[in-house]
């Protein structure tokens, strides 16, 4: 999603703006633009498409300046066109602003302003925060935006450059994430913290209604009534190696290959000695005691990891375990009460649906779990627990060490409830433990075989549609797997439970239709065969993921996964299914980091 960079200090901007919108652009965007603070007037320069194309017209142009603002745009209101990209610029040409976020009141104040004489030249929501800083400004740049950010709707993080102040960016937030850095004579803000990476020493988040002043030597913040607020800043600990793809072709390949070290990493303090130590939440016992009923809430591929960490938590802890999508469950006023547990999930910590969920599952009185990936971020920072995944940073859009940390989370958080709700003996709980111990054995086997994938994408790049099925954790995966290749892939593909393809779906099998049958759990195994029988007798090309235990008498491709138990399937089951959508995006030449139209970080609903 749209992603932020401003710059004020003793050195160029120019180099700092465009390292940091490299470091934002996986984040998803369409077009790009700078401003930058050249005494007499601001200096904008945007483009169209990717990064390069706005490079290209930067090096034909004069930039020498200290102070400026970067952003790559992701377009909600308006084409991704030059006119639509940011920075946008007051018709006066007193401010220039970049905006993260969706004003929702925009046609009402910009009807009101067109009214008073101004014109409009974009399709844009964010014309109106410089045209309405202009129309409130009489000399003082926080009145102005105290008045001009009171009157908004939806969510917003800006950066404002006002043709008065040299030097200066202003910043207001609400909702969207700010980051403000403090360098050595110099300071910056951004979207995320890896986006400050070498420059800022010390960084602190803007909070809701909060304002920010940034100089080259100082920064304040004041709060809506322009009152001084005092912050703490944190060490600034982004690692640049994680800005890097370590001698990997793409990010998702590297991210892939991290799986085995990051899952150590997250249950290498937890599992001892057979015991699962969730520290993190020891003081949710008295509720997880009395639980009875669980929500496990999230978006996107966090989604399907919540329906992948069901089983376990039905299983383990003899408890009601509804998975829901956070943009669904925001608006339907679920029944929560001081008996409901609620877990959100977000690898970014900053999906605006999620968000909302947490924030609604808090008024209603619910303990709520986060399991999240970026800390600090929003969601991280609100809700009353948090289990860290410990991925690192995950730069391709499409999420894979993200999903199955998340994964890994779940089946902790299941054993440690089990063993707080006396549902599992200690001896079940020890051999749980020590299952998941074997899981990043499990994923090494599978990627030892990395070059078989590349063999079989070959017949899949021409499909349009292509169908996964399983039953229960096989359907959780499958549907992770349908997600990966359809996101990076562009083909359009399908999950089904295996058994529900009959109700319907099977209208579509013919000859020659690809289905991607997920048979690892053992105890349907036989019930998933009958499945595929019925799409094979119709004439369906079949690619199975099998265990090893689990035989066959079918003429098909197939990849075998090590043994494991079925409940933690869906971790080394997903794996070929990642380097299955990833060997089919190039062999269609797609980009994979970055697929069109998506976004790393959803904020905005
Ligand atoms: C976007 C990403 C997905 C991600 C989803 C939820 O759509 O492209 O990969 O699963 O958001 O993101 P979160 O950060 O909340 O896990």
Known sequence: MCGIIGYTGKNQAMPVIVKGLETLEYRGYDSAG????????????????????????IESADVSSTA????????????????????HTSENGMF???????????????????????????????EVIPQLLSYHYDGNMLEAMRKTFMSFEGSFAVAVMCKDESDVIYAAKKQSPLIVGRGNGENLLASDVSALADKAETFAYLEDGEFAVVRKDSVEFYDMCLNHVTKNFEKNETQHAENTKGGFEHYMLKEIFEQPEKIRNLIKDKIKNGKIFLDEIAGLSLEIAKAEKLYIVACGSAYHAAMAGKYALEEFC???????????FRY?????????????????????DTIAAMRLANSKGAFVTGIVNVLPSTIANECDYVIATKAGREVAVATTKGYTTQVVALYMLALHMASVRKTLSDKELEFYAEKIKEIPAQIETVLADCEKFEKFAGKYTDK??????????????????ALKLKEISYINCTALPAGELKHGTI???????????????ERLYKKTMSNIEEVVSRGAEIFLIRKETISHKLNCSEIVIPECIDIFSPVSEVIPLQLFAYFVAKKKGCNIDMPKNLAKSVTVE
């Open 507 to 521: 209208a579509l099998v013919e000859n020659g239709t690809p289905v991607i049958a997920l048979c690892c759990n």
């Open 96 to 126: 220039c602003v970049v905006h993260n976020g969706i004003i929702e009141n925009a046609s009402v104040i910009k009807n009101e302003l067109v009214k008073k004489g101004y014109s409009f030249v974009s399709e844009t929501d964010t």
């Open 464 to 481: 349009n549609n292509i169908f996964f099925i399983g039953r229960n954790t096989d359907f959780a995966a499958a549907s992770e797997g």
């Open 34 to 57: 700078i401003a930058l603070d050249k005494k007499e007037k601001f200096s904008v320069i945007k483009s169209e498409g990717k990064l390069e194309n706005l490079i290209r017209k």
């Open 332 to 352: 339907r006023n679920p029944p929560i009460d001081e008996k409901t547990l609620v877990v959100v999930i977000s690898q970014s910590g900053e999906t605006a």
């Open 68 to 87: 400026g603002i970067g952003h790559t745009r992701w377009a909600t209101h308006g084409k991704p066109t030059e006119t639509n990209a940011h920075p």
């Open 318 to 328: 003899r408890i009601p375990a509804e998975v829901d999508i956070a943009s669904e």
